[in-house]
C-alpha cells in the first residue's frame, strides 16, 4: 500500500517571512501523514524559516535541488550534507527548469539520487516530455530513458522508497492539464520501467507523482488513478486555502 504524497515546488516565488506565515496557516489542518504525506519544496533561503515552523506538525520538508558533493569549493551548491543536517526529508531533482535552464544533465540528475541517499534523503526525481516529444509519439521512449538514467547504479531497496514525478514540460505552469488518462498512461510506464529495471516488488512499492496545473479542481480524479500516487504542484500550492485543499483531496 503506498501512501500518498502531495508535495507544493514552490520554486522562486517566497521569501522566509512569507515561509513562516504560509506554515502557521497550514500546519494544524493537515492530514496525518501516513494517510497523505503533505510536503512543501522551497528555495534553500526559506528552508530554516519552512522548518522551523513546521516542527511538531505532519509537514514534510524538501530542497528544490542539491549538489552531488557533500562540501568543498563548489560556490553558490547546497550540499546534501547540509540538508540533512538541517533536517530535511526530500530534495527534488531534475526539474525541467533545471534541465533547461541549467543545463542539468541525466548523469548530474543520477549523481544526485546517489548523493541523496548517502546523506540518508530520499529524491523526488522528475522526468517529462517536451511538446515536440509528444507530438512526434515519443514520449513513452523519452520518459522510460530519463527515468532509466537517473535510477542508475541505485539498489532496488533505494528506488522502493524514493518518488518519480512525472511532469509534462506542455502542462508545467500553462494551466494546460494533461488529462487523468494521459498522466495515468505515462505513470504507468514510469512503474513499467522500475518493474524491467528491478522487479515488481520494488515497482509496487515505488511512488509516482503526476505534475502540470494540478489544482483543487483536478486532483481528486488524478488521484484515483492507478499508477499516480502524488501531484508535485507549483502554482496552486503558493495559497495556503489551495495548498490544503490539495493535501486534503480525500475529503
Ligand atoms: O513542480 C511543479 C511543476 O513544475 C508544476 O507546476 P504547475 O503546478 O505550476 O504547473
Not at 550540499?79 to 527534488?92: A, I, Q
Amino acid at each position: 500500500m503506498r501512501t500518498p504524497i502531495i508535495a507544493g515546488n514552490w520554486k522562486m516565488n517566497m521569501n522566509p517571512e512569507q515561509t513562516a506565515e504560509f506554515v502557521k496557516a497550514v500546519k494544524d489542518q493537515l492530514p496525518d501523514s501516513s494517510v497523505v504525506e503533505s510536503v512543501i519544496a522551497a528555495p534553500a533561503v526559506d528552508l530554516p524559516a519552512l522548518l522551523e515552523n513546521a516542527k511538531g506538525s505532519d509537514l514534510k520538508v524538501a530542497a528544490e535541488n542539491c549538489y552531488f558533493e557533500d562540501e568543498g569549493a563548489f560556490t553558490g551548491e547546497t550540499s546534501p550534507k547540509v540538508l540533512k543536517e538541517m533536517g530535511v526529508d526530500y530534495v527534488v531533482i531534475g526539474h525541467s527548469e533545471r534541465r533547461d535552464y541549467f543545463h542539468e544533465t541525466d548523469e548530474d540528475i543520477n549523481k544526485k539520487a546517489h548523493a541523496i541517499f548517502r546523506n540518508g534523503l530520499t529524491p523526488i526525481i522528475c522526468c517529462g516530455e517536451s511538446l515536440e516529444t509528444r507530438e512526434a509519439g515519443n514520449a513513452e521512449k523519452w520518459v522510460e530513458e530519463q527515468v532509466t538514467a537517473a535510477l542508475k547504479g541505485l539498489t532496488g531497496e533505494q528506488v522502493a522508497s524514493l518518488v518519480i514525478a512525472y511532469e509534462p514540460i506542455w502542462a508545467i505552469g500553462t494551466g494546460k492539464t494533461a488529462t487523468a488518462d494521459q498522466a495515468e498512461e505515462i505513470c504507468k510506464v514510469v512503474r513499467e520501467t522500475v518493474a524491467n529495471l528491478y522487479d515488481q516488488t520494488v515497482a509496487d512499492k515505488v511512488r509516482v507523482q503526476y505534475g502540470g496545473s494540478v489544482k483543487p479542481e483536478n486532483v481528486k480524479e488524478l488521484m484515483s488513478k492507478e499508477n499516480i500516487d502524488g501531484g508535485l504542484v507549483g502554482g496552486a500550492s503558493l495559497v495556503p486555502d489551495s495548498y490544503l485543499a490539495l493535501v486534503n483531496y480525500k475529503g
